[in-house]
Structure formats: structure tokens, C-alpha cells
């Protein structure tokens, strides 16, 4: 839930303001309703959002404990038996609920916890499954912090891939595969956005920094009270967070940026795999800090991790 809180009175004007902006437009029965909702800030919810969720016979969500209280700050009331837990675990199931509410002609909106659903939150089982009955769904746009993030890393440049990007997620929790991950990402010449969670955020920046001079912008607690955003470069990332104890505390958002042209995408990990070869692992990773300007201390978890490596089985013709 947001840190961002103001009384339900303190939006009487906007649900009236919403019903009166978006009430003429037509509302089809028997439809979802996708509505994005604030990812922290309160104030961000659009007026057809709140139009919607007011209108809505049934209302889906990710923890009804929170789209509660989430519904009572806006002065919205609903009875809890027309809040109906989708979630991860049930979604496959619950969607079979949704869908027999809406052939019997109700309105349902879903909702996730914060922000767009169905993008990396529950939701995409829920739009296929009403879909697949050709039954409607709306969207209603809002809040995104994958969008959030974009907008103030001001990535700029003549290339290609300036203008476009990847939305990746969460990378996973095991270091090796983490580590997999970043390797895979440092090839990538788009922008890529990650989120990560509070009690990870100084694995992946150790992870990150083997990136080297390439800019990372850190969202930290977007659109909340003690939002901050900072652009560096990844091999920084570390010592940012080490710098004030309050930097590992919330929610992450991180844009890398593309690739410099000039350089050579994930070059510092192509060297150490090379030098890996035909050397023992102290000097190349040595060797390879020295040639590419990347941290040593990462550079040699990234070789730790490349020695454990699988050899690749060999190529079979035919």
C-alpha cells in the first residue's frame, strides 16, 4: 500500500469529478475491466479508474485486505463479497469464477496491488481465460513503474536502440544463474528494466557492476514520500547503496541503458571467458580488471561461477 495517504473526504471532489467526467462513455456489461491503479502515491489514480471500480458489480483482486482499504481512501464502498481473490497461486481457478459472473452480465474489474495488472503481477491468466470465451475487456491505462522509470532515465543518443527497450523483471535469486542472467543482458543493446525487491538489491547490484562504465537510473520508492532516483554507472552500484543505510529500504526500479556504440556488449565477461582458458583464475581475472576497467571483486565471482560452468555437449551432425 501507498506511503502516500490522504482521508477519504480528501477525494470526495474527484469520485465526484470522475463520475462527471466519465460517465458518458458507455460501460458494457458482461466485460473486465483491467484498471491500473497507483504504484504509490495515491493522488495518481485516473478519474475513470475511480468511475469504474464504483461501477464495477464485482471487484478482482490481488489481496482483497489491500484493494479494501486502497477503495476506502478513494470513499468507495464495497461489501466484502464483491472482492474476489485472484491471485498466483488460484488465478487458473478464480478466472473460472470471473467468467461466470460476467455471462450472468455483471461488470468486474480487476486490479493488482499496485499498478498495471497482467505485467508482471497477475492478470494475463485472467484476460486469456475471459478472451478465450469472447467475453470483452477494457483496459484502463495508468500508473506503470516500469514507464515510471523510463520517462526520468533520460536515455538519449543516434542509435537504434535508444528508442526501445526491454522489460525483464525479476532476475532470478540464485546467484549462478543471476550472474547467467547479467551475461545475457550485457549483449543486449536496448535499454532493459529490472525491478527488484529490498532484501536483493545488493546481490543484483554486485551482480550489475560487472557492467562497468555502462549508466544504470535506480527508481527507489517511485512516486512515494522518499522517492530517489540516481544515474551512475554499474559498476557504482554497490557503493550507492553502502552510501546511506535508507538506499536499501523499498521498492526498485533500475534501467540499464544501451550499450555505448563504441563499445563492445559484455566484452568484460567475453575477455574473462578467454583468459579463463589459458590461465589460472587469479591472474585472469587480474588481467581481465586491467584490460576492461571493471571491479576485480566481481569479476572474480564471475569467474568462480564460469569455472563451475558445464562444458556444452559436443555437436552432433545430421
Not at 481473490?85 to 470471473?98: I, K, L, P
Not at 544504470?216 to 522518499?226: H, I, P
Not at 550499450?259 to 589460472?280: C, F, M
Amino acid at each position: 500500500m501507498s506511503s502516500v495517504y490522504a482521508s477519504a473526504s480528501a477525494y470526495a471532489s474527484a469520485l465526484g469529478a470522475a463520475h462527471e467526467a466519465a460517465s458518458a462513455q458507455h460501460y458494457p456489461q458482461g466485460a473486465l475491466y483491467v484498471v491500473a491503479t497507483p504504484i504509490g502515491n495515491l493522488a495518481d489514480i485516473s478519474l475513470r479508474a475511480l468511475h469504474v471500480l464504483s461501477l464495477a458489480d464485482a471487484i478482482a483482486c490481488e489481496d482483497t485486505r489491500h484493494t479494501q482499504t486502497l477503495l476506502r481512501a478513494y470513499g468507495i464502498d464495497k461489501a466484502p463479497a464483491h472482492l474476489l481473490a485472484v491471485h498466483q497461486h488460484n488465478e487458473a481457478q478464480a478466472s473460472n469464477v470471473v467468467v461466470e459472473r460476467l455471462r450472468l452480465g455483471q461488470r468486474v474489474a480487476y486490479v493488482s496491488d499496485a499498478g498495471t495488472p497482467a505485467i508482471s503481477d497477475p492478470g494475463a491468466r485472467l484476460v486469456a481465460a475471459v478472451r478465450a470465451q469472447a467475453l470483452p475487456v477494457v483496459p484502463l491505462p495508468g500508473a506503470s513503474s516500469i514507464t515510471t522509470a523510463l520517462s526520468v532515465a533520460g536515455i538519449t543518443g543516434d542509435t537504434d536502440a535508444v528508442g526501445s527497450f526491454v522489460f525483464v523483471g525479476f532476475l532470478p535469486p540464485k546467484a549462478g544463474e543471476r550472474t547467467q542472467a547479467v551475461q545475457a543482458l550485457a549483449a543486449e543493446a536496448r535499454s532493459v528494466v529490472l525491478l527488484e525487491a529490498p532484501h536483493r538489491i545488493e546481490a543484483l547490484a554486485v551482480a550489475l557492476s560487472v557492467l562497468g562504465e555502462r549508466p544504470v537510473t535506480v527508481g527507489r520508492e517511485l512516486t512515494k514520500q522518499f522517492e530517489e532516483i540516481a544515474t551512475l554507472p554499474a559498476q557504482h552500484l554497490p557503493a550507492w547503496l553502502d552510501a546511506q543505510p535508507n538506499r536499501l529500504r523499498g521498492e526498485f526500479v533500475l534501467v540499464l541503458h544501451p550499450a555505448p556504440v563504441s563499445g563492445q556488449p559484455g566484452s568484460e565477461l567475453r575477455i574473462l571467458a578467454l583468459l579463463l582458458a589459458e590461465l589460472p583464475l587469479k591472474t585472469a581475472v587480474k588481467l581481465a580488471a586491467d584490460i576492461t576497467g571493471a571491479p576485480r571483486n566481481t569479476l572474480y565471482e564471475a569467474a568462480l561461477l564460469l569455472k563451475k560452468k558445464p562444458e556444452p555437449p559436443p555437436a552432433h551432425s545430421g
